[in-house]
């Protein structure tokens, strides 16, 4: 049995892991989907502070409420980003990293600071940059359309239209520096979305499927694999835990 602590990604929410929960239980596991600072569905003040280190801490806290032998910690997306910041303190007190298709800092040595901008490529970088706009709460980074995040089923994109929020801007610029290390040297997995691939992560599943430090998966779904494969994606969740 695992203690599964699930990061969702930008513009997500808890919510999101609503079908895979309670397939990783019946599996014998707990399940934990905290909602990241600023993404709340019932938000009304500013969320203008609100970055990495924010996001950062929301995970550790998270974490921090866990006693158990075995902490897996899953980062989809974006959700890489802070639970990378998240290992640099916990390392080893969690079993594995999961990262579900999700951005990699491309150095993790002590000392260094990464950003989420810095893992998009280019052109998709310059054009959140120009998206971040003021809708009452603070700047933001509004949602892409429902599409974009690989999904098919007309029932899955108006899930995501109704249930999606505007992405505090601090997350997308704000840099965090690594103490320790980040995951590097720590039982880690990359799980990779191949159908159809999720362009904004650019170079990454490659970088990361050339290093053998990484154990490496793919997945015959979209980006939101969480959505579109839940059963897949809890099987294969439960694999790497030892189930």
């Not at 695992?2 to 969702?8: G, N, V």
């Not at 929960?21 to 938000?43: I, K, M, N, Q």
């Not at 866990?66 to 916990?90: C, E, Q, W």
């Not at 992405?167 to 995951?183: C, D, I, Q, S």
Request: hydrophobic share 40%; with cysteine; glycine share 12%.
């Amino acid at each position: 049995m695992a203690d599964f602590l699930l990061i969702h990604g930008a513009w997500h929410g808890g919510w999101c892991w609503d079908r895979v929960v309670p397939l990783l239980e019946a599996a014998g596991h707990r399940t934990h989907a905290p909602t990241l600072s600023g993404l709340e569905e019932d938000r009304t003040d500013s969320v203008e502070g609100i970055g990495m280190g924010t996001h950062v801490e929301d995970v550790l806290r998270a974490a921090s409420g866990l006693s158990t032998d075995r902490l897996i910690l899953v980062g989809h997306s974006y959700g890489g980003f802070p639970m990378t910041g998240a290992a640099d303190v916990l390392r080893d007190r969690a079993a594995l990293y999961v990262y579900l298709d999700a951005g990699v800092p491309e150095e993790m040595a002590p000392g260094t600071s990464f950003a989420w901008c810095d893992g998009n490529p280019p052109k998709e970088r310059e054009k959140r940059l120009e998206a971040i706009v003021d809708l009452g709460l603070g700047p933001v980074l509004p949602a892409p359309p429902p599409e974009a995040f690989g999904v098919e089923a007309a029932a899955d994109r108006e899930l995501l239209a109704g249930k999606t929020r505007p992405m505090p801007a601090g997350t997308f610029t704000e840099r965090f520096t690594l103490e320790n290390g980040g995951t590097d040297g720590l039982d880690r997995a990359f799980v990779h979305s191949i159908e159809p691939a999720y362009a904004p992560l650019g170079e990454t599943p490659d970088r990361i499927q050339a290093d053998p430090s990484w154990e490496f998966h793919e997945l015959r779904t979209g980006h939101d694999s969480m959505l579109m494969a839940p059963a897949e994606l809890a099987d294969l969740l439960d694999e790497l835990s030892g189930g």
